[in-house]
């Protein structure tokens, strides 16, 4: 019973353009919402956040937007660079914070030169 | 600061053998967790402390597995016997209490069972 899914296990982009990876949630608890970038023989590293009550956070380049009635969430990258190639993961948590996260099975991103 | 501190990095063993992973989260987090990656059931966390008491260990597949946190600054996660299921990157983590930060991962233990 995946609670959190990222349907898409890998993504193909040209640098410059928008990346966007989708993610779907299941459990109507869930508050917080994060996405985490990790690189091969590498811990995930945070990415950004959104908590419930809002429904689009920004940090430079990326930007997550949050659609609470269809349990929707996605992450935009703009523009994309080479740097950004990864895998990406959507994760949630009740309680507004980062207990118990609840992760997906990841996107691999490749940014094309 | 060093972050999240692991060891070791990769671990073969033979199926039956006890092993120890170890973890050193960063200072003044309150909140320390092990997460197992596998390729089928991706990132799922086993157990997590606050404060160094176990909160939730429901993530524990079995008996054979076991975590303790002795103080702020170590933690083990031990499996005994292994076997070749538990071939996995296992990660810590730690984390502030906060609504804004995400846990902050270390960079794994490569574990294979033989």
């Known amino acids: 019973d995946q609670q959190v899914k990222q349907n898409s296990p890998s993504l193909s982009v040209q640098e410059g353009r928008i990346s966007i990876l989708n993610c779907d949630y299941t459990?109507?608890?869930?508050?917080?919402f994060l996405w985490y970038k990790k690189y091969p023989a590498e811990g995930p590293t945070f990415l950004i956040s959104?908590?419930?009550?809002?429904d689009k956070n920004e940090d430079g380049r990326f930007t997550v937007f949050l659609n609470k009635s269809a349990k929707h969430l996605s992450l935009h990258i703009v523009p994309s660079q080479p740097g950004d190639s990864a895998v990406y993961f959507c994760?949630?948590?009740?309680?507004?914070?980062?207990?118990?996260?609840?992760f997906g099975k990841g996107t691999k991103l490749t940014v094309n030169p | 600061d060093a972050g999240v501190i692991q060891s070791p990095r990769h671990e073969v063993t033979e199926m039956g053998q006890e092993v120890t992973l170890r973890c050193k989260p960063i200072s003044g987090h309150d909140y320390l967790f092990w997460y197992r990656q596998t390729m089928m059931r991706g990132l799922e966390l086993l157990i997590y402390?606050?404060?160094?008491?176990?909160?939730?260990d429901s993530g524990m597949p079995e008996d054979r597995f076991s975590a303790k946190m002795p103080n702020a600054s170590f933690s083990t996660l031990k499996i005994q016997p292994s076997e070749p299921r538990d071939s996995a990157v296992y990660f810590c983590a730690s984390s502030l209490r906060s609504g804004l930060a995400g846990a902050n991962f270390g960079p794994g233990t490569r574990l294979l069972v033989l």
């Open positions: 959104i908590s419930s009550i809002k």
């Open positions: 402390f606050n404060n160094n008491v176990p909160i939730d």
């Open positions: 459990n109507s608890m869930f508050d917080y």
């Open positions: 994760a949630a948590s009740t309680g507004g914070g980062s207990e118990k996260l609840v």
